[in-house]
């Protein structure tokens, strides 16, 4: 049924006298047959009989009063010749007449409207119409024998008439058979009337002779070539010569019709011969052919159109196309407002389309087209309904990340992108759509929206149904809020993934207080529970109080949570910083070493592996006799030794002071006292030799105990237990003989001079 309305809108083939019969009157008798109703209408005066469906074999007797009689639906087989010689509106449509001859009509001179359509005419004679002169609509639709030869008698006959406006022939050629093509010598007589709208749907025209629309008169205003076979030809040119045109209809061509029974068995009537009747034409055919031009330019394609066009059909087609770079022109500033595209196969909408400043509507839906260019609607800027929905542009949507599509859109109020298949949508895609009322983005994937929506101040509707979204993010529903301060504002996000979990309450609890925002079909919405329980709307307040006592314990159990979680990591972050204390900072400071070495080499200074033999550490009570000792193994053992107080780099941080000496000195010699145990800085010494022989020196044991004092071993910390056990330490001879003495410092020296060094000295010996 929708088809059909859009095959036959806007040009109303209905006859007028169908209007008149809406508002009926008191009835009376006027017919010979008791079962027909006549009634007169008190506005015009005129009195009509209605005699349909009464399944009448001939028309009864009227009074002659009677200008308006109906006979629909009956088994009338033969013109009535006995009707009141006065009569204006004649309705005989629906019933089994097979032949109008040159005398049916003879003595009805005074009739404006007839329809015979949906009968089993055959045949119209030349002459049939020829005494018809104030006949304004003729209806022989629908009587598939009958073949659009008849134009020709038809054509000739009502060409006597300054009256008629509408001619209907749609359907008189047969569902099933050859297609047919309109030559000038079918039209050559309608050009001197003032016919206004002419009907040749679903006759299976396949092409018009160049010439047939330029003969055609300049009156007509409704075209309806629908539901046809048509095919391009150079007749497309012509059309810019139907100066008065408003309506063009070319829908529906090689549209499949189901296969009905009862159609194998019409006749087609295929090989009817020309028919030219004895009146022959007295009308020469003119084409007009300067005013049907078309130019290339730039390589564009330009059409000029009729220049009182406003409406043009061109949908539910078979045509595979894309369009291309195309320009309307016309006589005049153009008039076209609505270009309907919509149900065809057009995959590519490259563009532009110039000329087309005035169109305000444009419907381009299910057209299975994947490309849309930035340009495509530059020339389309008053454009303010745009339907794009059922195709595919979720790819070239989704890259549209600068928002160009629909830039130069700034008067549009609706946009339409049902289902293209889109998954996500730039924050840039809309950003110039100010004037938008309705967006639809419904029957796509988005799992989210947040496209910036702000700019839209008169936004009313806003459909996001029948995706994947879960919530509406924060800054969607304050930009709503915005919108609906001073109007409603309709919104549909019915058929999504909604989901009563606690991270979305706030969003809950806002669709249940939002007063301005009308939720669509709010009491069939559903969310649903991490248990898979699905809630419905229509008890929302409810739901939100049972959410937010659910989600109040759930976040004293996540706060609970969170802390254990968190005193767990910093307890074993800290255990982990404790034990490798010594190792990190070790490796800091000797990263910074390298460091500096690295950048002192650049500047082409470079030095030895080590620059002293040993490094010395000691507590600052034991000072005079280290002192002693360095002097005695320096002068008597040629050693260079290291020594914090007379060796450490001014301005130099004192633990990197350390790390540096021990880093650049063969071997660290420690003066075991108590007072070395009680010392922070000489403990640091004695932890970054450690770390230095384990990850320098490939576990090389470069570290020397001298124990001064007994009692200092048995201190020693437990981590220090194996160099004990390893014995790398010497004891200083306690009877102080210049001779043990000299061989400790001989030993030590021996000792510090090795390469790899065997430390293992025996406790019990106490000197070298």
Not at 37 to 53: H, L, M, P, Q
Not at 54 to 67: G, I, M, R, W, Y
Not at 169 to 187: A, M, N
Not at 206 to 233: C, I
Request: aromatic share 10%; net charge neutral; proline share 2%.
């Amino acid at each position: 049924m929708k088809q059909m309305l859009y095959l036959l809108h806007p040009v109303l083939w209905v006859l007028p006298m169908v209007v008149l019969m809406l508002t009926e009157k008191e009835t009376f008798k006027c017919s010979s047959n008791h079962n027909c109703t006549c009634y007169k209408r008190e506005d015009s005066g005129i009195v009509f009989a209605d005699c349909s469906n009464l399944k009448l074999q001939s028309a009864p007797l009227f009074n002659d009063e009677v200008t308006g009689i109906i006979l629909t639906h009956n088994n009338i087989s033969e013109f009535p010749v006995s009707l009141p010689q006065n009569i204006r509106y004649l309705d005989i449509s629906r019933n089994a007449i097979e032949t109008i001859n040159e005398t049916s009509l003879s003595n009805y001179k005074a009739l404006h409207n007839i329809s015979l359509s949906a009968n089993r005419l055959k045949s119209i004679e030349l002459g049939s119409f020829l005494n018809s002169r104030y006949l304004t609509h003729l209806d022989v639709s629908n009587n598939q024998e009958l073949t659009l030869e008849v134009l020709v008698n038809i054509s000739h006959d009502i060409s006597y008439s300054t009256s008629i406006r509408v001619l209907n022939l749609e359907s008189v050629q047969c569902t099933y058979g050859v297609s047919f093509i309109i030559w000038k010598y079918h039209i050559s007589d309608l050009k001197t009337t003032q016919l206004e709208q002419l009907n040749l749907a679903s006759n299976r025209i396949n092409s018009l002779e160049f010439g047939v629309l330029s003969t055609l008169p300049k009156s007509l205003k409704h075209l309806n070539l629908a539901n046809n076979v048509l095919s391009f030809g150079f007749y497309i040119l012509e059309f810019g010569s139907l100066h008065s045109l408003i309506t063009m209809n070319v829908s529906f061509q090689s549209k499949f019709h189901q296969l009905k029974y009862k159609d194998f068995f019409n006749v087609c009537n295929d090989s009817r011969t020309r028919q030219i009747g004895n009146y022959g034409s007295s009308h020469s055919i003119v084409t007009d052919s300067n005013k049907t031009k078309i130019s290339l330019v730039s390589s564009t394609v330009r059409l000029y159109i009729p220049p009182s066009l406003e409406i043009f059909y061109f949908h539910d087609n078979m045509y595979k196309m894309t369009l291309e770079k195309f320009a309307f022109s016309s006589k005049g500033p153009p008039k076209i407002t609505h270009l309907y595209f919509q149900n065809n196969i057009i995959y590519q909408l490259n563009g532009p389309i110039s000329g087309a400043n005035s169109v305000r509507y444009m419907d381009l839906s299910n057209n299975f087209c994947n490309i849309i260019s930035d340009y495509f609607f530059d020339d389309l800027k008053n454009l303010s309904y745009l339907d794009l929905s059922q195709n595919v542009l979720g790819k070239v949507l989704e890259d549209d990340n600068s928002g160009n599509t629909f830039r130069n859109l700034v008067n549009l109020t609706t946009l339409n992108l049902r289902s293209n298949r889109i998954f996500r949508l730039p924050p840039a895609i809309f950003r110039n759509l100010n004037q938008l009322e309705t967006l639809v983005i419904s029957d796509n994937s988005l799992s989210e929206f947040s496209v910036p929506i702000g700019n839209m101040q008169r936004l009313k509707r806003l459909d996001l149904s029948n995706n994947q979204l879960l919530f509406l993010d924060e800054k969607t529903r304050n930009a709503i809020d915005s919108l609906s301060r001073k109007k409603i504002l309709h919104v549909n996000v019915t058929g999504n993934r909604l989901a009563c979990i606690c991270e979305q309450l706030e969003f809950l609890k806002w669709m249940a207080k939002s007063k301005n925002v009308k939720f669509m079909q709010f009491d069939d919405y559903l969310c649903t529970f991490r248990n898979s329980f699905k809630a419905n709307f229509s008890g929302i307040d409810n739901l939100v109080q049972v959410m937010e006592k659910h989600c109040a314990s759930y976040i004293v159990t996540i706060v609970i949570l969170t802390s254990l979680i968190f005193i767990t990591l910093t307890t074993i972050f800290g255990r982990i910083l404790y034990r490798y204390r010594w190792k990190l900072r070790y490796m800091y400071y000797v990263a910074r070493e390298k460091y500096r070495d690295n950048v002192e080499n650049l500047d082409g200074t470079t030095g030895s592996s080590f620059h002293f033999d040993a490094f010395v550490s000691y507590a600052e009570k034991d000072r005079r006799f280290v002192i002693k000792l360095v002097k005695q193994l320096e002068k008597e053992h040629n050693l260079k030794l290291c020594i914090h107080h007379r060796d450490f780099i001014p301005g130099t941080g004192i633990a990197e002071n350390i790390t540096n000496a021990i880093h650049n000195s063969r071997r660290t010699v420690t003066i075991m006292t108590s007072h070395f145990l009680d010392s922070y800085l000489c403990m640091f010494e004695l932890n970054m030799a450690r770390m230095e022989a384990i990850y320098s020196r490939n576990g090389e044991n470069i570290l020397i105990l001298v124990v001064l004092e007994k009692l200092a071993i048995a201190n020693l910390p437990f981590s220090f237990i194996d160099l004990i056990e390893s014995n790398s330490y010497q004891e200083f001879p306690e009877n102080g003989d210049d001779s043990e003495e000299s061989a400790f410092r001989l030993k030590l020296a021996a000792t510090l001079k090795s390469r790899e060094g065997d430390f293992r000295t025996s406790s019990s010996n106490g000197a070298a």
